[in-house]
């Protein structure tokens, strides 16, 4: 009892550890892509001390949360091929509209290649596919996944973490119109969460639409924007268009350019949808641009391809690309190659 006891409250003192740095950083640093990793290593710990529970020594104790972590790499890929198909009844087929699809395939056929590679066996094996390429396949869509798997828990916590609600400027981010001048109910959903800012503010604060017009767009974003709100009884001295956007990024800098000729913005909110907030947090970090970012909610079906094309968004940049392929090389190639020298000898 004394050493489960010792064992359960050293796995606790880790979590609890971690945990709180999570907090600390996530509240002054959200836009560090670091607190993802620290994030999935919280959440590691939390299933170790759960399986403490049970009883055992540490091998046990890991034991039991390896097949727990197991369990949920299993059902990953069942959820987004699903959540793919259902997109495609409910949308379309185009390729953004089946990322969630394809990526569920890939990670199955990781799973796959690990799950033969293990039935088999590596002692006596002499066949390169075996012995180098299902593991090495294996390895790449697992460490893959695995910074996915952390960039999807981190969005999810992003928008529930505590902020400040009172602001002299709410700021909301345009997105394609619906029939080329209507407010879809993805930038609806945006501008229900400014307008709540804007009454927990006593109604005081500038509200900025930001969006520029597309070519199939007989308005701009803002217009419409800037409708739906006189509609819902916003003052139109409360409203500043920023109306030649065409990116999160433009729609940041021409909106800082006139918040400046303006003054200044004071304190302020920057509102898009939750699967987006990070990359605009972000953006306004590298434009020295201070806002605290606020996530609409969208369809929990849409929520997953979105967050996947948020993820190639991140993870293109080339920063985080090059840290990404530094890991890569570190937790799987090298490991690789040490091992392969050793198996031809």
């Known amino acids: 009892m004394a050493a489960l ?52 020594g540490y091998w046990e104790i890991a034991a039991r949360a390896a097949m727990a972590v197991l369990v949920i790499l299993a059902l990953v890929p069942l959820m987004l091929i699903w959540n793919g198909i259902v997109m495609i009844r409910r949308e379309s087929s185009r390729l ?47 460490y893959g996944a695995s910074l996915l798997l952390a960039f999807v828990l981190y969005m999810l916590l992003l928008p529930i973490l505590p902020r400040k609600r009172v602001f002299d400027t709410v700021i909301v981010h345009g997105c394609a119109l619906l029939h080329g001048d209507g407010v879809s109910r993805i930038l609806a959903n945006r501008l229900d969460l400014a307008l709540k800012l804007y009454r927990k503010s006593a109604e005081k604060a500038l509200l900025v639409v930001s969006g520029g017009k597309g070519s199939d767009e007989t308005v701009s974003e803002a217009a419409a924007m800037r409708g739906y709100l006189l509609e819902k009884g916003v003052p139109k001295e409360h409203i500043l268009a920023e109306d030649q956007s065409h990116s999160t990024g433009e729609n940041l800098r021409f909106t800082d350019q006139l918040l400046l000729e303006r003054g200044g913005g004071g304190k302020i909110a920057l509102v898009t949808s939750n699967y987006h907030m990070y990359r605009c947090v972000c953006i306004a970090r590298e434009l020295s641009f201070s806002c605290t970012g606020f996530g609409a909610k969208v369809a929990a079906y849409y929520w997953p391809s979105a967050v996947i094309r948020e993820f190639a968004a991140v993870y293109f940049k080339k920063k985080d690309f090059l840290r990404a392929l530094i890991g890569y090389i570190l937790l799987v190639i090298l490991p690789f190659v040490v091992l392969f020298t050793g198996y031809l000898r």
Not at 6 to 13: D, F, G, H, M, S
Not at 15 to 38: Q, Y
């Open 5 to 56: 006891l010792t064992e359960t409250n050293v796995l606790l003192a880790i979590f609890a550890g971690s945990f709180f740095l999570l907090l600390l950083l996530c509240v002054r640093r959200p836009h560090l892509l670091g607190n993802s990793f620290l994030l999935l290593f919280t959440l590691l710990a939390l299933i170790l001390c759960v399986s403490s529970l049970f009883g055992g």
């Open 96 to 142: 953004s509209n089946i990322l969630s699809l394809l990526t569920g395939l890939l990670i199955a056929g990781g799973e796959a290649a690990a799950a033969v590679f293990v039935l088999r066996g590596y002692a006596g094996q002499t066949d390169i596919l075996h012995v180098l390429v299902l593991p090495l396949f294996a390895a790449t869509v697992f």
